[in-house]
Nanobody
Framework: VQLQASGGGLVQAGGSLKLSCAASGRAVSSYDMAWFRRSPGKEREFVAAIRWIGDNTRYADSVKGRFLISRDNARITTYLQMNSLKPEDTAVYYC??????????????WGQGTLVTVSS
């Protein structure tokens, strides 16, 4: 499974961005998907996850109500709609494929990351 994240950029606080993660490879549509992020000087942390079937979702408390994770009908592309962005959301965002969880080790495949910078 290969994952390609895109959509990062520079945005002002209060603005929005939508990240995309395009997946390819065997049985890619049967994996649960997630977004993690690593802020400068911090460990990588969970952001959001979505099940491959049923579309159940879960979010980190820090983004709940502001971010929305979704997938296209073919379950090939996963999105992260980020609204009301804050400077503390500045990070490299990674998409991952694995099992519905907030734990890094439950995800087998990782994208290369896309940088989101939120200016105050």
């Amino acid at each position: 499974v290969q994952l390609q994240a895109s959509g990062g950029g520079l945005v002002q606080a209060g603005g929005s961005l939508k990240l995309s993660c395009a997946a390819s490879g065997r049985a890619v549509s049967s994996y649960d998907m997630a977004w993690f992020r690593r802020s400068p000087g911090k460990e990588r942390e969970f952001v959001a996850a979505i099940r491959w079937i049923g579309d159940n979702t879960r979010y980190a408390d820090s983004v709940k109500g502001r971010f929305l994770i979704s997938r296209d009908n073919a379950r090939i592309t996963t999105y992260l709609q980020m609204n009301s962005l804050k400077p503390e959301d500045t990070a490299v965002y990674y998409c991952a494929a694995g099992w519905f969880s907030a734990t890094e080790s439950d995800y087998n495949y990782w994208g290369q990351g896309t940088l989101v910078t939120v200016s105050s």
